[in-house]
C-alpha cells in the first residue's frame, strides 16, 4: 500500500546510546518531516526536507540530526540519547501545502 | 507568525450531545487549515481541511468545521456524539512560501464521550 513507513515501530534506549529512525515513502513526494509527540505539547517538528538534498530546523532540532537519504528516504538520528527524548516521532511526507501524510510512528523510550 | 490554539485540553460530553471543539489560528496570509484525529496508539488521520475553497467544509465520520475570517476561528463540530469519538484531535495551520510549507499543531483536544 503507497504510503510512509516508518522503522521501527518501538525502542527503548539507554542513555547515551545512538540510533537512526528509519523513514520512507512511496508516493514521490518532494517534501519530508519529522515530529515528536508529548502530552499536553501536540506534535512539534524537528526537521523537515523541503526536497532531496535539503534539511531545515524546526522547532525542537537539538539532540537529532536528519539525513534525506534520497528523494523516498528521510532518517533521524539521536547521537547520544537522553530521557528527554522519550516520545513518540511521526515522519510525514508532502507534495503540497495541504497533502501531509503520516507514517504510524515509532514510540521511543530513553532510560 | 502562523499559530494554531486549542482551548480545552480535555472535553467531556455525553454520547449524542453536540461535539465542539475550538482552534483559533493567526496567520498573515489566507491558511490552510486542517483538523486530525489520533485514536490511541494509532497515528494521525485527516478529518478535514480547508483549502479557501468553501468556508463549511465537511469531513469523515460526520464532523464538519466552518472557517471564520473574521473571528480567526476554524472550530470543529459533531452534531451527536458517539462512543467511538473518543480521540485526540489536533488543529493544524500549513506555513510557507515558495514549496517550503509545514505544518505547526496545536497542543490537543482529548474528547472523551460519556455514555
Known amino acids: 500500500n503507497a504510503g510512509v513507513t516508518q522503522t521501527p515501530k518501538f525502542q527503548v534506549l539507554k542513555t547515551g546510546q545512538s540510533m537512526t529512525l528509519q523513514c520512507a515513502q512511496d508516493?514521490?513526494?518532494?517534501?519530508m518531516y519529522w515530529y515528536r509527540q508529548d502530552p499536553g505539547m501536540g506534535l512539534r517538528l524537528i526537521y523537515y526536507?523541503?526536497?532531496?538534498?535539503?534539511?531545515d530546523k524546526g522547532e525542537v532540532p537539538n539532540g537529532y540530526n536528519v539525513s534525506r537519504l534520497n528523494k523516498r528516504e528521510f532518517s533521524l538520528r539521536l547521537e547520544s540519547a537522553a530521557p528527554s527524548q522519550t516520545s513518540v516521532y511521526f515522519c510525514?511526507?508532502?507534495?503540497?501545502?495541504?497533502?501531509?501524510?503520516f507514517g504510524s510512528g515509532t514510540r521511543l523510550t530513553v532510560v | 507568525a502562523q499559530s494554531v490554539t486549542q482551548l480545552g485540553s480535555h472535553v467531556s460530553v455525553s454520547e449524542g450531545a453536540l461535539v465542539l471543539l475550538r482552534c483559533n489560528y493567526s496567520?498573515?496570509?489566507?491558511?490552510?487549515l486542517f483538523w486530525y484525529v489520533q485514536y490511541p496508539n494509532q497515528g494521525l488521520q485527516l478529518l478535514l481541511k480547508?483549502?479557501?475553497?468553501?468556508?463549511l467544509v465537511k469531513g469523515i465520520n460526520g464532523f464538519e468545521a466552518e472557517f471564520k475570517k473574521s473571528e480567526t476561528s476554524f472550530h470543529l463540530t459533531k452534531p451527536s456524539a458517539h462512543m467511538s469519538d473518543a480521540a485526540e484531535y489536533f488543529c493544524?495551520?500549513?506555513?510557507?512560501?515558495?514549496?517550503?510549507?509545514?505544518?505547526?499543531f496545536g497542543t490537543g483536544t482529548r474528547l472523551k464521550v460519556l455514555a
Open positions: 510525514a511526507s508532502s507534495d503540497r501545502e495541504y497533502g501531509y501524510t
Open positions: 508516493m514521490n513526494h518532494n517534501s
Open positions: 526536507s523541503a526536497s532531496e538534498g535539503t534539511t
Open positions: 496567520s498573515s496570509v489566507p491558511p490552510y
Open positions: 480547508y483549502t479557501s475553497a468553501a468556508t
Open positions: 493544524a495551520v500549513s506555513v510557507g512560501t515558495s514549496g517550503t510549507y509545514k505544518y505547526i
